[in-house]
């Protein structure tokens, strides 16, 4: 009998033993089992973190051609009460992206090392990108290139009419408006001739307004007056370009209410810059410019001034002054305002002196709306 007991408390022993250790290893298939399960959810939640963080980089990409990024440069998916992830719920909690946008052109650094800030081959934009999910957060940088394309610009005259009532005078006979190609350092320049004035209806409304003395001042294709009619590509044609010049402009002023007489470019070193004006803009003495000049509202110029390049203005131009030197090699467009309303005033004033140049117009570009991701990288 107390063999068979010691027999039946040894079985019992193993027994226990081996549930002991088959519970231990079931414990330890369990948690490795749950860390594998948390490893594969946490290498999904990462995988969709950098899938949305690379969205950011698009969305800048996005935003950017139109114009649309916020003032303070950081897109914010957290609070913005939209459906970014397509979930078909808004800003919940892996709606957690922050994407800050860096614009190389108009940040005043010199980003590439060659003693210049803001010029025009440092159309980058650099955008950091950052979304946590779970536990798992995931920064990327993107370098967007901006994209350029010449601007569609036909170039009929020096000076160009879109408003068909445009009300123009000419104070004495101390301006030339010159048609035939001139290059901007002296001399003709090899392209044919453009009328002196162009005007988006009737040239009696040009012709009537002028005085005979002021008549072969008006030099250009046809003799003096040179003067013709044209139609612009589309009603908001001259609103287009104005409005795309902003994205990628190089000198942005807003509702600039001082004189500036600061330089706006330099077309003896080459350096070509895109200048856009939110609202009207006045230019004093002793600035010069290269490149194109944009003013959604109206400009006006006085003083010492030289600008060669294009000048697209949606309301009135004035330049004051008298034998003050104001030269412009290269064409102006002069529109209305931006209900395309055309009641523009054109007012000339003083010695200045307009001159067609096929060199200053040529090559000019504007943002074709689309920025290029050239990398993406993460830390």
Request: proline share 3%; charged share 20%.
């Amino acid at each position: 009998m107390a063999q068979d007991r010691a027999e039946r408390g040894s079985i019992l022993i193993f027994l226990v033993g081996s549930v002991t250790l088959l519970a231990g290893a079931i414990v330890g298939l369990l948690t490795v089992e749950q860390g594998r399960a948390s490893q594969a959810r946490t290498e999904i939640e990462r995988t969709r973190a950098f899938t949305l963080a690379e969205s950011g980089i698009d969305e800048a990409g996005v935003l950017l051609a139109a114009n649309a990024i916020p003032p303070s440069g950081v897109i914010d998916w957290s609070a913005d009460l939209e459906d970014n992830d397509g979930d078909s719920r808004v800003d919940e909690g892996d709606e957690s992206l922050t994407a800050t946008v860096a614009r190389w052109w108009s940040d005043g650094v010199d980003n590439d090392g060659d003693g210049e800030t803001d010029e025009t081959d440092e159309g980058v934009a650099r955008v950091t990108s950052t979304v946590r999910i779970g536990v798992s957060t995931v920064t990327v940088t993107g370098w967007l290139r901006r994209l350029e394309a010449v601007i569609p610009v036909e170039v009929p005259a020096v000076v160009n009419l879109l408003d068909p009532n445009a009300d123009v005078t000419f104070k004495g006979n101390s301006f030339d408006i010159e048609g035939g190609d001139r290059s901007p350092t002296g001399g003709w320049g090899p392209a044919p001739a453009v009328y002196g004035i162009a005007i988006n209806g009737s040239t009696k409304q040009v012709l009537t307004q002028l005085a005979k003395n002021q008549l072969d001042n008006v030099n250009g294709v046809g003799g003096r007056p040179s003067i013709t009619s044209w139609t612009p590509p589309s009603a908001d044609w001259l609103q287009t370009i104005v409005d795309s010049m902003a994205v990628q402009a190089d000198v942005n002023f807003d509702h600039y209410a001082s004189t500036y007489t600061g330089d706006l470019g330099d077309w003896k070193t080459g350096k070509k810059l895109v200048t856009h004006s939110k609202g009207s803009l006045k230019i004093g003495g002793g600035s010069q410019g290269a490149g194109v000049l944009c003013v959604d509202g109206d400009l006006e110029i006085s003083g010492n001034w030289h600008f060669v390049g294009a000048i697209f203005v949606t309301g009135r131009v004035t330049v004051k002054g008298g034998g003050n030197g104001q030269r412009l090699h290269g064409a102006i467009f002069i529109g209305g305002d931006f209900e395309h309303v055309f009641s523009l005033e054109t007012l000339i004033k003083g010695g200045i002196e307009l001159v067609y140049s096929s060199a200053a117009v040529a090559g000019l570009t504007a943002s074709s709306s689309t920025f290029d991701v050239v990398a993406v990288t993460e830390p």
